[in-house]
């Protein structure tokens, strides 16, 4: 299971920051990556970037400037902080197991999602 | 990034119709293709990874297929637990989602 945990509410210009935390699995497995997707209130999914347990990590393109994640194995969870919020970043944020497989990967467990406001 | 296309953006059906819907990629994206069902107020769920392949404790009224830049899921009879959204999403390259393709009661 994953929980997201964090502030639903963050000032316009300030940081994002979200954590997740995994129960019922170990985030050092080597078959998965950790991820964080979006979705702003009555609108579709979008992909944030994603991490694994060595740290290695991607992100969406034009979100990279502004994102950052990171890993902790010790406490099984993994964070991740949005810079530079502007209202646009008002959303349900979900951190995700991310499997790989020979036809790719997709987002197999989903945390509950939690909702974040940007506003003054 | 690769934009993915769904077709239609919604649609209404009855109990028991044959729903399919269509996704289309800017670019070849091989058969990484995903497909996740939301149902109203809930987590999205995925069906359908690799393009064809069930996801574990998916019922078999679901299928999906393609390669390339165009792939489709199919609900063979639709029941009251399917009405909700459905997304596509490539993994190909950076992950990108399909708009969703809305299942509506008619």
């Known amino acids: 299971q994953l929980q997201e945990s964090g502030p639903g509410l963050v000032k316009p210009s300030e940081t994002l920051s979200l954590t997740c935390s995994v129960s019922g699995d170990s985030i050092s497995n080597s078959n998965y990556y950790w991820g964080w997707i979006r979705q702003p209130p009555g609108k579709g999914l979008e992909w944030i970037g994603s991490i694994n347990y060595s740290g290695t990590t991607y992100y969406k393109p034009s979100l990279k400037s502004r994102v950052a994640t990171s890993v902790d194995t010790s406490k099984n969870f993994f964070s991740m902080r949005l810079n530079s919020v502007t209202a646009a970043d008002s959303a349900v944020y979900y951190c995700v197991r991310q499997f790989y497989g020979s036809g790719g990967d997709a987002f197999d467990i989903w945390g509950r999602g939690t909702m974040v406001i940007v506003s003054s | 990034d690769i934009q993915m296309t769904q077709s239609p953006s919604s649609l209404s059906a009855s109990v028991g119709d044959r729903v399919t819907i269509t996704c289309r990629a800017s670019?070849?994206?091989?058969?990484?293709l995903n497909w996740y069902q939301q149902q109203p107020g809930r987590v999205p769920k995925l069906l359908i990874y690799a393009a064809s392949t069930l996801q574990s404790g998916v019922p078999s009224r679901f299928s999906g297929n393609g390669s390339g830049t165009d792939f489709n899921i199919t609900i063979s009879s639709l029941q009251p637990e399917d009405f909700a959204t459905y997304y596509c999403q490539q993994s190909y390259t950076t992950p990108t989602f399909g708009q969703g393709t809305k299942v509506e009661i008619k």
């Open positions: 670019q070849s994206v091989s058969r990484y």
